[in-house]
C-alpha cells in the first residue's frame, strides 16, 4: 500500500507537471462554460427550442460528459501509452511492484482530475449563470461514475490494442470526436435528431451524457443507459485485461 | 554456492532462433560477465534468468527460485537494470528513487546511493534532462536501490565518459563485496577483463567459451598475434571468418 500512496503522490506531481494536461483535465470545462456563457449569443436566455429553458441548464452535463471524454481518451490514454513505449511500465516489472500499481495510480489521479474539474464547472456555471443544481444528485453520480468507469475502460482497450503511442492517440482522436458527438456536444439536448440518438443511446458517452441530463432534470437515469454504460464497462474491460502488454 | 543455475536454455522469437543451448552456473558473490556479438542471446539470457521472458525450454534456478513460478518472490531479491527502458520525463532523480526504495521492505539508503553515483548535484534535476551518463548511472542506482541479493546489469556503463566508466566500475566492486552477485552483460570486453572473475562468450544462442579472463587468454589461439588480448581471444571465438 505504500507503494502504490507514493505512486500516486508522484504521478499526480507528473500530472501537475505536465501544464496541457493539467489544464485540459482541471479547469478546462469551467473555461468552456464560463466561454460559452459569457460569449455565445442568446446561450443564457430562455429558448423555445429547448423548452423555454436556456442552453446553458441544457449544456452543463454535457460539459461533464465532455470532460470524461477529456481526461480519458486524452490525458490517461496518452500517458499510459507512452509509459509502455518507454519502457517505464517494464522497468516497473523488475520491482516487487506490479505495473497494476502504477495503472491504479494513474486512474486515482485522473479520475481526480475528473471530478475537481467537474466540481470547478459545475460550480463556475451555478455562480456566473445561476444554473439550478441537479434536481437528482444521485442520479447524476451513478451516471457520471459509470460514464467514467465505461470510458476508462474504452481507453485502456486503446492502450491495450495500439502497438505505439502515436497509435494510440490517433486511434484516441478518432473515438474523442464522434463520442463527443454522441454526447450531444454540437446538438444538445432536444436538438438531438431522434436517429442520432438512438444510435448514441449505444455507446457509452452517448448514454452516459443522455443519464446525465436526466438526472439533471429530476428523473433517474433509464435502465438502457445504466446497462450500456456497465455492460460496455465489463466487456472493454475484460478484453483489455486480456490484451494489455507491459513492453 | 551457486545462486544461479541455468541448464539447456532456449528461446525463439517466431522462427528468429535468440537462444540455442545455454547452460551455466553463477556463484554467490562473483562478477559473471557474458559477452558476444549483438544478436548472440546475451540480453535474452539474462532476461530468461529475470522473469521477464518465457524461456521455450530448458530449466532456471536463481536463489532456488524459478524464475518465471516465482517470479513475485524474486523479485524481492533481484535488482536488474535493463537497456533502453526509461522513466518519465518529468519524474526528479531523488523522487525516482524515493519512489522506488519504497517498493522493498529493506532498501538501500537512497541517499547515499545517489551520493555513491555522482548524482546528488542532479536530485532535483528531471529525467528528461539528464545526460546519457546520468540516466544510466540512475538506472544503475535504481537496480541497487533493493538491496538485492542479485544484480543484472545489462550493457552498464554504455554511454558513459571514461572516468564516470571508471567510477562504476569502482562501485560495481564495492556491491560485490558487500556480497552482492552480479551479472554483468557488456559489449566493452576491457570492462568484463576488468571486472568479471569469469566470462561466458556467447555466439549465435550458445556459449563458445566460459572461463576466467585470464584462461580466456592464454588459450587464445589467434594467428599472427603474438600476445593477444581478450578482445583477440572473443573475437577469435565469435567471429567465423577467424576459426
Known sequence: ?247 | MTVIEVRNLAKRYGDQVAVRDVSFTVDAGEIFGIVGPNGAGKTTTVESVSGMRIPDSGTIRVLGLDPRRDRAELRRHIGIQLQESQLPDRLKVWEALDLYSSFYAQPADWRRLMADLGLTEKRNTVFGKLSGGQKQRLSVALALVGNPEIAVLDELTTGLDPQARRDTWELIRGVRDRGVTVVLVTHSLEEAERLCDRIAVIDAGRIVALDTPAALVANAVVPGVARPTLEDAVLALTNPLAR
Open chain 1, 1 to 247: 500500500m505504500n507503494a502504490l500512496r507514493k505512486l500516486t503522490v508522484i504521478e499526480s506531481k507528473l500530472f501537475l507537471r505536465e501544464p496541457i494536461g493539467a489544464f485540459f483535465g482541471v479547469a478546462f470545462p469551467a473555461v468552456l462554460v464560463l466561454v460559452l456563457g459569457s460569449a455565445i449569443p442568446g446561450f443564457t436566455d430562455p429558448s423555445e427550442d429547448n423548452g423555454g429553458r436556456r442552453p446553458i441548464d441544457i449544456y452543463l452535463p454535457i460539459v461533464l460528459a465532455l470532460a470524461i471524454a477529456t481526461v480519458t481518451m486524452v490525458t490517461l490514454l496518452g500517458v499510459l501509452s507512452a509509459y509502455r513505449e518507454k519502457g517505464v511500465l517494464r522497468r516497473l516489472s523488475t520491482t516487487p511492484v506490479s505495473p497494476m500499481a502504477l495503472l491504479a495510480a494513474q486512474l486515482i489521479v485522473n479520475v481526480g482530475a475528473l471530478l475537481i474539474g467537474s466540481g470547478l464547472a459545475c460550480v463556475g456555471a451555478v455562480v456566473a449563470f445561476d444554473v439550478a443544481a441537479p434536481e437528482n444528485v444521485g442520479g447524476l453520480v451513478v451516471a457520471f461514475v459509470l460514464g467514467s468507469a465505461a470510458m476508462c475502460a474504452v481507453a485502456l482497450l486503446i492502450a491495450a490494442v495500439t502497438p505505439s503511442a502515436r497509435a494510440s492517440s490517433g486511434l484516441g482522436t478518432l473515438v474523442y470526436f464522434p463520442m463527443m458527438f454522441a454526447a450531444g456536444v454540437w446538438t444538445p439536448g432536444p436538438i438531438m435528431p431522434d436517429a442520432v440518438r438512438r444510435v448514441a443511446d449505444f455507446t457509452p458517452l452517448g448514454a452516459a451524457s443522455q443519464a446525465m441530463q436526466d438526472a439533471w432534470a429530476g428523473s433517474w437515469p433509464r435502465p438502457l443507459h445504466l446497462v450500456v454504460m456497465g455492460g460496455l464497462t465489463a466487456a472493454f474491460g475484460a478484453l483489455a485485461a486480456r490484451s494489455f502488454r507491459w513492453e
